[in-house]
């Protein structure tokens, strides 16, 4: 059995479950935990980026022995992507999600096309999004969005909330705030478009270097292109135990990850590997970087 925290990149995907309640953003949980209660035979999946908001989830879950909970320190987007099959979900609620009040930070917000087009996906026929705002410029971004997919029959209305009140609903209900829920009933799939991937690979394989000199001060501090919108940074290197240490970052599509590549010396060859201490989603990037640093950091 799974524990309340889904570890994405070493469990197998996507997960079986079908009729899932899913929250995305869940912060301090306090509706997260209610949806449990209120739905003791369901699974119950949160995405949340803050790790400080995963921690304090994981604790009421287990002081109140929650078993249909299970959270995801995963951007939404990812999330749905690699863990949910399509049309397993009954419902997503998003309360209070971050409005990003300028006009060039609107690609970040969670309702922009291609997130919703991934929620559409995963929802089941007659599922829903349940959106909670107190901003109404993110409602009609979010009707704008919404409407170039012809997935859904939208309704909008005033929300009358109930307790228990998320930690931003009791702040602004204390403002005098109105609060705006977005309904989105999906009525059909929305047509096949192209949208951020991630290739993923069963095994990443180390890669021997025979009959060169390391270099790996070359790699420090430099980038490379592997693809369009796939991007690969090294950092510094540090001499350990096992062998050298780079540090890595690599962007797919907006997907990042950190990690370290380890290159130890055997013999009179070196090996280069993802460290067996970085955990990594294994995608065929990440094999790339492996390879990069086989071809570059070695004269
Ligand atoms: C304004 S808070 C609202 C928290 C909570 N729903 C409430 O009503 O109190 C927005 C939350 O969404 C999370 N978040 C923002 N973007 C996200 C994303 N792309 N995927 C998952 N969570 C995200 C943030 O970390 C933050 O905890």
């Known amino acids: 059995?799974?524990?309340?925290?889904?570890?994405?990149?070493?469990?197998?995907?996507?997960?079986?479950?079908?009729?899932?309640?899913?929250?995305?953003?869940?912060?301090?949980?306090?509706?997260?935990?209610?949806?449990?209660?209120?739905?003791?035979?369901?699974?119950?999946?949160?995405?949340?980026?803050?790790?400080?908001?995963?921690?304090?989830?994981?604790?009421?879950?287990?002081?109140?022995?929650?078993?249909?909970?299970?959270?995801?320190?995963?951007?939404?987007?990812?999330?749905?992507?690699?863990?949910?099959?399509d049309s397993s979900v009954e419902r997503i609620y998003m309360n209070y999600p971050d409005p990003w009040f300028k006009k060039r930070h609107h690609k970040r917000r969670l309702t922009k096309e291609d997130n919703l087009y991934i929620f559409a996906r995963k929802l089941k026929k007659g599922g829903e999004i349940r959106i909670r705002t107190d901003h109404r410029p993110f409602v009609e971004f979010t009707l704008e969005e919404a409407g170039k997919l012809s997935a859904f029959e939208i309704s909008v209305r005033r929300l009358e909330v109930e307790e228990p009140l998320t930690k931003y609903e009791r702040k602004w209900l204390l403002e005098g705030k109105e609060l705006t829920e977005i309904i989105m009933k999906k009525v059909k799939d929305p047509p096949e478009?192209?949208?951020?991937?991630?290739?993923?690979?069963?095994?990443?394989?180390?890669?021997?270097?025979?009959?060169?000199e390391l270099n790996l001060r070359a790699l420090e501090n430099s980038q490379f292109q592997l693809g369009e919108k796939v991007y690969l940074k090294f950092f510094k290197f540090y001499e350990g135990e096992e062998g050298y240490l780079l540090e890595t970052l690599l962007s797919e599509e907006g997907f990042l990850q950190k990690f370290f590549i380890l290159v130890k010396r055997k013999g009179n060859s070196y090996v280069v590997d993802v460290s067996p201490f970085s955990e990594v989603l294994r995608t065929e990037n990440v094999q790339r970087a492996v390879q990069v640093v086989a071809e570059e950091g070695f004269v």
């Open 1 to 85: 059995m799974l524990s309340c925290y889904i570890n994405y990149k070493s469990i197998e995907k996507p997960l079986p479950w079908k009729d899932l309640l899913v929250e995305i953003g869940f912060g301090r949980g306090d509706f997260t935990v209610k949806l449990a209660k209120d739905n003791p035979d369901r699974k119950i999946i949160g995405f949340e980026l803050s790790a400080v908001s995963v921690e304090k989830l994981m604790k009421r879950v287990k002081k109140e022995n929650l078993r249909n909970v299970h959270c995801v320190r995963l951007d939404a987007y990812w999330g749905f992507y690699l863990l949910l099959k």
């Open 193 to 212: 478009r192209s949208i951020p991937r991630l290739k993923e690979v069963k095994e990443l394989f180390p890669v021997k270097v025979e009959g060169k």
